[in-house]
């Protein structure tokens, strides 16, 4: 069966019954039909978020033959609830360029989903729709600004870095000139899009803490400098306001239910590559408000969303997990190992060894955290015993409990064992989450830090306009912010043709963005596109919809 015929073969439950779970009424709720609602923030209460116990899903280096971290993210969460630990899975809202795109749908798979599944990888609650038009209002606002005439606060339109964005892959709008016509038309200038993942008001969304918060943030957006070489921000513009008017249902974490009827709170989408890449800080102290556990997740491999997840969110929300759990697949480790994709089948252990470098690195990295972590092996149908002993045996060596994770085709049942260890860990755990730097140091320092000691690189090279960012960052007095580096999920490195492990490299930072309002830096490193485009065969070609208004192709 299909992911979707699985999804459709479940009897959802109604969203009101879910909430009774959490202990909420529907009088709690704003409901949004039958199967989803939004939460109102009224209903976090701190003291019971520092009682609860965060647990963050990450994975090895991502490959084409997949993880599954949404998939494991689901399934522990249902099994820590068979087994007696109340447990809410807390994730990121899907994006439509992957899901027209490559990449597909981003609800889980199998017998671990959350429902109701087209919903959720289409529109769903609008949260998307609401962070692009938000962005794109002060995209207006700009343009509007440099082309009156009695309003103008002096923008230098060479200066202003603020795109605007969709939710859709479309290579062709990287790179557009706007303003064209005739001068009753705008300013001619060069700009583009981003992905609206990309976008400085997702990571905003994604860090906030309350409306009042989120009008502070929208107000520090840095746009640009006026021709006088002033800075000038969305405050300046006056956009804070109406920004975060269009937002007031977006804050609000969304509620539905996995496949076995357990709660799950989905909210925001940043992608780990080019922003923080975790769901936002108000679903995840949801989560810990209504739960003895919560589950979450980070994008990519450890050495982006993992990272980000504890140097930028949960320092910035002060927040303090209890465990990691690390996702590996004996099909990526083979890929790791040097077997090509459509070589991964067949047994191969040495492959197997080989490919066991790149966890070793990030087993190394979730130490640099204090945090103990538990391996989770997400079983494919073509695993032998003899591949798995492999990654058994060297978890083992380095002192790290391992379990098989089968929820993919057994649900909850099949990671009731791994439910256990990680609530057996967290119970032995008696130590405290480590941030790597501290975020007043230099903003050089803090690249070097990540990059030599999470990616493994020998030393860090600045272009000419890096450090130009780099003075202007220090002019602006933004220097002690956390940095989000932008690099490629395929790769350690910033080279994505380099597998495994790789050493002796150097990390070569092009230039730095400014995200003001969200709170942190962006190093960027490699070829990094934030607005991707779709391949030669786009998965929209394969969704349709009957007449009864059932949707087919989604995965």
């Known amino acids: 069966m299909t992911d979707i015929s699985i999804a459709r073969s479940v009897k959802l439950q109604a969203i009101t019954q879910i909430a009774e779970q959490l202990g909420l009424t529907p009088d709690d709720l ?48 249902q099994a820590m609830n068979r087994i007696g630990a109340k447990t809410t899975v807390v994730l990121r809202e899907p994006s439509l360029g992957p899901v027209f795109g490559m990449k597909g749908g981003a609800t889980g798979g199998g017998y671990s989903q959350v429902l109701p599944m087209e919903d959720i990888n289409l529109h769903f609650t609008g949260d998307f ?89 929208l107000g520090n957006i840095f746009i640009g ?111 790791h190992g040097g077997v090509a994709l459509k070589d991964l089948g067949p047994e191969n252990a040495k492959a197997v060894e080989q490919g066991l470098s790149n966890l070793e690195k990030h087993l190394e990295n979730t130490a640099q955290f204090n945090l103990p972590v538990v391996v989770a092996i997400n079983r494919f149908t073509s695993d032998s015993e003899a591949e798995i002993e492999v990654i058994r045996e060297r978890c083992q060596a380095l002192g790290h409990p391992v379990f098989l994770n089968e929820a993919w085709a057994k649900g909850g049942a099949g990671a009731e064992e791994l439910a256990q260890g990680v609530v057996d860990t967290i119970a032995k755990f008696e130590g405290k989450f480590t941030p790597m730097y501290d975020w007043d140091l230099p903003v050089k320092e803090k690249i070097e830090i990540v990059a030599t000691k999470i990616y493994g690189a020998k030393a860090i090279d600045y272009t000419a306009q890096a450090k130009r960012d780099l003075r202007k960052i220090e002019r602006l007095g933004l220097g002690k912010l956390p940095i989000c580096i932008a690099k490629t999920q395929k790769s350690l490195s910033d080279n994505p043709k380099l597998l495994g492990r790789p050493k002796d490299f150097i990390v070569t930072v092009r230039e730095i963005e400014i995200a003001a309002g969200a709170g942190f830096l962006i190093p960027i490193t490699g070829n990094i596109l934030r607005m991707p485009g779709l391949p030669a065969v786009p998965s929209a070609e394969a969704i349709d919809i009957d007449d009864d208004g059932n949707i087919s192709g989604l995965f």
């Open 225 to 335: 400098f006026t021709f006088d070489k002033k800075p000038v921000y969305a405050r300046d513009l006056k956009a804070q306001g109406a920004m975060a008017a269009l937002l007031k249902d977006a804050i609000q974490p969304n509620l539905v239910q996995t496949i076995e009827g357990t709660p799950a709170i989905i909210h925001g989408g940043p992608f780990a590559n080019i922003a923080q890449g975790t769901n936002s800080v108000l679903a995840t102290k949801m989560g810990m408000s209504l739960s003895e556990y919560v589950v979450t997740e980070a994008g990519f491999g450890f050495d982006l969303g993992a990272e980000k997840f504890f140097d930028i969110k949960c320092q910035s929300a002060g927040l303090s997990p209890k465990a990691i759990v690390l996702v590996a697949t004996i099909r990526a480790l083979k890929y």
């Open 30 to 77: 704003n409901l949004y039909g039958k199967y989803k609602a939004k939460l109102p923030l009224s209903l976090i209460d701190d003291e019971k978020v520092a009682q609860s116990n965060l647990i963050l899903v990450s994975a090895i280096s991502p490959t084409p033959a997949g993880e599954g971290k949404t998939t494991t993210s689901i399934g522990l969460t």
């Open 129 to 217: 729709a609401a962070i692009e038009k938000s962005h794109n209002l002060l995209s207006a606002l700009i343009d509007n600004n440099l082309q009156s005439k009695t309003h103008s606060i002096n923008i230098d339109p060479r200066t202003v870095s603020w795109k605007r964005v969709m939710d859709m892959n479309d290579r062709s709008l990287r790179n557009v000139v706007v303003g064209l016509g005739g001068t009753s038309f705008g300013i001619p200038r060069e700009t583009g899009f981003d992905i609206t993942a990309a976008s400085e008001i997702m990571a905003i969304l994604c860090l906030t803490t309350s409306l009042s918060d989120l009008k502070k943030r």
